[in-house]
């Protein structure tokens, strides 16, 4: 008898697809909003020079074998991104992608090594229209699943209450009794031992080769994120400078950048961005992004010079990017990603 478990069983997979078709109709209420807010759908190349230059986002690594032979490293993208951006220097102003994409060392509840990924710009407009976007998102898988509720275990979100959106300075005093900015200085700099005092006072652990990201992740993680989306959705806003290498600096204090992530249910399901255009100062965050990489994973990725030639092309633009697999998730009450996915990793 075939194991009930196994999800290309006959009986599991009779379980299952009544939520696999709900993800298919989420996903064209989605592709719907999108086309009529004059959207382009876009396909970009999974295959990539440069995977993403963040710290801890962990690619698959491949070879390219050209006609002579010769054997060229590539990438499965961890984000369309770069190509996306390349698509608004080439003069699209208003597009969308649904991708799969790939990050390693990642798997469980929340986590698949390979997922979906909802990504999409909107040149010539302010970021906050993609929280209107995100806000949109969460009524339209509600509605087109019949749930007045999102769930995930014993959390619920109401997708039609009014968001509340909050800052991560405010969010860190309100909930872990830190005061994030007088750790950072108006060039930039962050002073860790600074921060590393208030995490400990709020009782989270600090370990002597922590840096500054380090202790930051860690409050956020232990004494903020589980206190988003209850009830109604979070819209975490102004994330510090140094924990936004894609976004530019708020106009009104440059220690703050316009980057801001959706919770509900106490579950990131998006991050978005007023887009950097700046191709010098790109770069330079790329090489600590990646100075950082090699020094607690003794590995790099390459920089994609052609992404950093369309920056300087690109538009004032605002760019967001959706995990598509959580949200289905939270909209039909499953607790795994695995249970969402049409063809779950092995």
């Known amino acids: 008898m075939p194991d009930n478990h196994i999800w290309w069983s006959p009986p599991h997979h009779a379980d299952r697809r009544p939520v696999l078709l709900a993800r298919n109709r989420i996903q064209a209420a989605l592709r719907a909003y999108l086309a009529g807010e ?3 759908e876009v396909d970009p190349a999974c295959l990539q020079i440069s995977p993403g230059n963040e710290t801890h986002l962990h690619a698959f690594g491949t070879q390219a074998i050209g006609n002579d032979g010769e054997a060229r490293r590539m990438y499965l993208h961890t984000s369309p991104e770069f190509a996306m951006k390349k698509l608004l ?3 699209e102003t208003r597009i969308h992608a649904f991708a799969h994409v790939w990050r ?3 798997r469980g509840a929340l986590h698949s090594p390979e997922f979906t990924m909802l990504e999409w710009y909107r040149v010539g407009q302010d970021y906050t229209s993609l929280m209107a976007d995100c806000i949109g998102f969460l009524q339209r898988a509600a509605q087109v699943t019949g749930t007045s509720l999102l769930r995930f275990r014993n959390a619920t979100c109401d997708p039609m ?3 509340e959106r909050l800052s991560v300075a405010e969010a860190m005093r309100r909930h872990a009794g830190v005061d994030l900015l007088s750790t950072l200085t108006a060039q930039g700099a962050a002073d860790r031992d600074a921060l590393a005092r208030q995490a400990e006072g709020a009782g989270v652990r600090v370990a002597e080769g922590d840096t500054w990201s380090d202790v930051f992740s860690r409050l956020l993680a232990e004494r903020v994120e589980p206190h988003l989306g ?3 959705p979070t819209l975490l806003d102004r994330y ?5 290498a894609l976004a530019r600096p708020c106009p009104d204090d440059p220690r703050e950048a316009e980057r801001f992530e959706l919770y509900a249910c106490g579950v990131e399901l998006a991050n978005g961005f007023g887009e950097l255009t700046d191709p010098a100062e790109q770069r330079r965050r790329f090489q600590s992004e990646m100075e950082e990489k090699a020094r607690l994973y003794g590995e790099r990725y390459p920089l994609d010079e052609d992404f950093l030639s369309a920056l300087a092309h690109m538009p004032e633009a605002s760019g967001c990017a959706m995990g598509f697999d959580r949200l289905v ?6 607790s795994r990603i695995d249970g969402v996915l049409w063809t779950p990793v092995a």
């Open 329 to 334: 998730m939270l909209a039909t009450g499953v």
């Open 161 to 163: 209450a009014a968001p």
């Open 89 to 91: 220097a080439a003069g």
């Open 240 to 244: 510090p400078v140094v924990e936004a």
């Open 38 to 40: 004059d959207f382009v």
């Open 230 to 232: 209850h009830g109604r």
């Open 104 to 106: 390693n060392r990642e």
